[in-house]
């Protein structure tokens, strides 16, 4: 379980995070959802470790982020909006090196490598290096890297930018058989079909805030919307389909 408890963070005096606090409950798929600047990333670097909050605190199954980084980084894999590549590593170099940052050896390491290597598909890329990667070359890299350690717990940042029909259809797949494993997964998007055909649960974040949460039919039957862009449209910008602020929405 990934538990945000009243998170803020200001950049420069901007109050970018304000008391945030949301639950991401085991073996779901939780999507979050905000408008361009509405602090998602922000939110999921503070969860991932990346940034400090100026108050509050992140549990990853009871791990305090803050307190024990080290001990919640084994419990958490982040594919973020930079793919983090080394790009004079081959794919197995470097994925072999991450793993073994995340304490496998051995035979353990080799299994381990095997099962990403098969699950993403990355034969024709294992002995390559990663400079001059596609987009979805390397997003499957970074993916491929955040679950090599088998996480409790996945983050990620907008991960079907750029992908082709193929490479998202691929990544929904490992998602959903991730998530039907038990693990926790967190992802942000801007791509309404896929929040649908992915998410267990969705939050919706405005200026900072969670302005909305629950399955995707609680959230219709919330707003009275018909779909979940207006839905979205609703409750992050407080009107749908441009009607003026404060009127009924759907
Ligand atoms: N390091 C930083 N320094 C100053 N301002 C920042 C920094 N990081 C983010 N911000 C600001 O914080 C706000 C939220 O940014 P964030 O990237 O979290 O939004 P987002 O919801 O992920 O947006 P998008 O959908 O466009 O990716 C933006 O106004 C951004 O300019």
Redesign the pocket.
Known sequence: MIEVNAVSKD??G?K?LRDLSFTVPDGRITALL??????????LRIIGGLLRADSGDVRLGGIDVGRDPMAARRQLGVVG?REGLYERLTVAEYLSLFATIQGLSGGVRDKALQAVREELELDDLWHRRTRGFSQGERMKVSLARAMVHQPQHLIL??PTRGLDVLAARLLRKTLLQLRDRGTTILF?S?VMSEVSELSDQVLV?SAGRIVGGGTPAELLAQTGCGNLEDTFVTLAYGTAGGQKEGAPAC
């Open positions: 950049f420069g901007r970018i905000g408008a361009n600047g509405a602090g998602k990333t922000t939110c909006d940042d907008e942000s801007h974040m």
